[in-house]
């Protein structure tokens, strides 16, 4: 089994570790709450091994519908081993629902129904607040290497919504909105990396539209731990 051997990056939910294996990294999940660019936080006990578990059942299910991702197993509550990725410094932010940001931004009336699934993309740079990113943007900063890498970022991050949201609606969970981020591994593939948990994902009860996800830190609802158990418990049930 691969060990710890060096703390590679601490951001604001993670801590990434090398390994004594030069292709494999560990993630430990952080039981630490941010918002609005870190502006607001918090501590929830508990909330790093939710997400690991929660992480773990998506990835697991993703592979299986032949999305490739950096995961190779959980180690334990709050780690989980996966493949070493260059990251690509592009947030990608999948949107079926108007709500947050783009109804601020935009004036879309929060809650409406898009007419086709919306995917933006942001500038993965906390000094300069994440902001938004054309393709030109894209090539200009380096970011990806040619324009054919965006319009593949687009397919895969389409067809992971397509399996997610099938996959929530059978857990009677409707998905609003995510954020993905990909990075290339050894063989310069492009794979989806990072974590998929409610941290990163705008999930509403389909029965009762309660939010099931960091939102109720954002807008001070409480509940944060009780509504990510209940995911994992409906994802563990299923």
Not at 12 to 32: C, G, H, Y
Not at 75 to 99: G, P, S
Not at 182 to 189: A, C, I, L, P, V
């Amino acid at each position: 089994m691969p060990q710890k051997t060096r703390l590679l990056y601490e951001g604001k939910a993670k801590k990434i570790w090398e390994t004594d294996d030069p292709d494999l990294l560990i993630s430990e999940f952080k039981d630490s709450l941010t918002a609005f660019n870190g502006e607001k936080r918090s501590e929830e006990a508990g909330k790093g091994a939710l997400n690991n578990q929660i992480s773990t059942e998506l990835f697991k299910y993703l592979e299986s519908k032949g999305i490739p991702t950096h995961f190779v197993e959980m180690l334990d509550e709050n780690h989980m081993l996966h493949k070493r990725a260059e990251v690509i410094r592009i947030e990608v932010i999948v949107r079926n629902i108007a709500t947050g940001s783009l109804s601020r931004n935009l004036g879309i009336e929060d809650g409406k129904i898009l007419p086709f699934t919306l995917v933006e993309f942001d500038y993965k740079n906390d000094e300069l607040g994440d902001p938004k990113l054309n393709d030109q943007h894209c090539l200009i900063l380096e970011l990806v290497k040619e324009p054919a890498e965006l319009d593949y970022i687009r397919y895969m991050a389409r067809r992971i919504n397509r399996f997610l949201k099938e996959f929530y609606a059978e857990l009677d969970l409707t998905l609003v909105d995510f954020k993905l981020e990909f990075g290339r591994d050894k063989n310069d593939t492009i794979i989806l990396i990072d974590e998929l948990s409610p941290d990163n994902f705008r999930l509403w009860d389909a029965k009762t539209g309660e939010k099931m996800d960091k939102d109720r830190f954002r807008q001070g609802l409480g509940g944060l731990l009780e509504a990510y158990q209940e995911v994992l418990n409906r994802i563990q049930n299923k």
